[in-house]
């Protein structure tokens, strides 16, 4: 039976979160900073760096999912609610708030990312990692600006379609090392171009970046030796590099942050 998007969704990651906890995710408190670096990895180390200082500041992490990136914000002394369609993810989002002695700073609620509860004009930012990709643009954009302060900021890290010559090169590399792929969604589809210029068109731009590009193999590192590789800097470096400077590269990028102002 097919079920509406947000019911395949909620269906999809509660199963997801269930099995995640009783393996990767089993230590609610975060000591160990590769843990938080599955989600807070780069794009994020690299937002934290230009964003400024997020004391008090009202930070919506939308699609919060287990709340790593929720827990990065509140380490951050910004004033989270976190919300997903997930209540398994909610539940151990809140678990995990506790656990670290955030429960404060951190108030997670299950709802849908379409019909924020919340008056219009509340949060100085939203966030989110890896959530717009699996709604629909024209719904989401909109409802962002809703809840967003005049002058408030969005930052969001996604996916983005790779050029072909990518995807060749990384399916045998799955192949040759026996990768376990990821799971997807049936709705997720990694952002076009389209999308991002529609993303791009809403607000004033501060920073666009790609990422994953020569970085794309320490992930692939992490995956082959369970974690256990070490990671290389200067992949991140050349990436950012050629990001800027030499544009017919950016098609060869797997993911993007965008951070922008609203208009
Ligand atoms: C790829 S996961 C990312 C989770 C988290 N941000 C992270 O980085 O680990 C996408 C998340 O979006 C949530 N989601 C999907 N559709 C949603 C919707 N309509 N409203 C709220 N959350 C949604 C899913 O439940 C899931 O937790």
Redesign the pocket.
């Known amino acids: 039976m097919n079920l509406p998007?947000?019911d395949s969704?909620?269906e999809?990651?509660?199963r997801s979160?269930e099995g995640g906890l009783n393996e990767a995710y089993e230590d609610l408190v975060i000591d160990n900073p590769r843990e938080l670096s599955?989600?807070v990895d780069e794009p994020w180390t690299y937002f934290f760096s230009i964003i400024g200082n997020l004391k008090g500041k009202k930070v919506l992490?939308?699609?919060?999912?287990?709340?790593?990136?929720s827990i990065a914000l509140a380490i951050n002394e910004a004033q989270v609610t976190a919300?997903?369609?997930?209540e398994i993810?909610i539940s151990i989002t809140n678990k995990r708030a506790k656990a670290n002695n955030f429960q404060d700073r951190i108030l997670a609620k299950c709802?849908?990312?379409?019909n924020i509860q919340c008056q219009d004009g509340y949060f100085d930012l939203v966030v989110?990692?890896?959530?717009l990709?699996?709604?629909e643009m024209e719904e989401?954009i909109p409802e962002i600006k809703r809840v967003l302060k005049p002058n408030g900021y969005l930052c969001f890290?996604e996916p983005v379609i790779p050029n072909r010559f990518n995807r060749t090169i990384k399916n045998m590399l799955v192949k040759l090392f026996k990768i376990k792929k990821q799971d997807l969604?049936e709705?997720?589809e990694p952002l076009s171009k389209e999308e991002v210029n529609y993303i791009k068109s809403n607000f004033k731009i501060i920073s666009c970046q790609g990422f994953y590009f020569l970085s794309k193999i320490n992930q692939l590192l992490d995956k082959i030796f369970e974690n256990k590789s070490k990671h290389f800097p200067i992949f991140s470096l050349i990436d950012r590099f050629c990001y800027k400077h030499i544009k017919f590269t950016r098609s060869f990028f797997w993911g993007i942050s965008i951070l922008g102002r609203k208009k």
């Open positions: 998007p947000e969704e909620k999809f990651f509660n979160y599955d989600v992490d939308l699609g919060c999912g287990i709340g790593l990136l919300i997903d369609i997930s993810g709802m849908s990312a379409y989110g990692n890896g959530i990709h699996h709604l989401i890290v969604t709705d997720e």
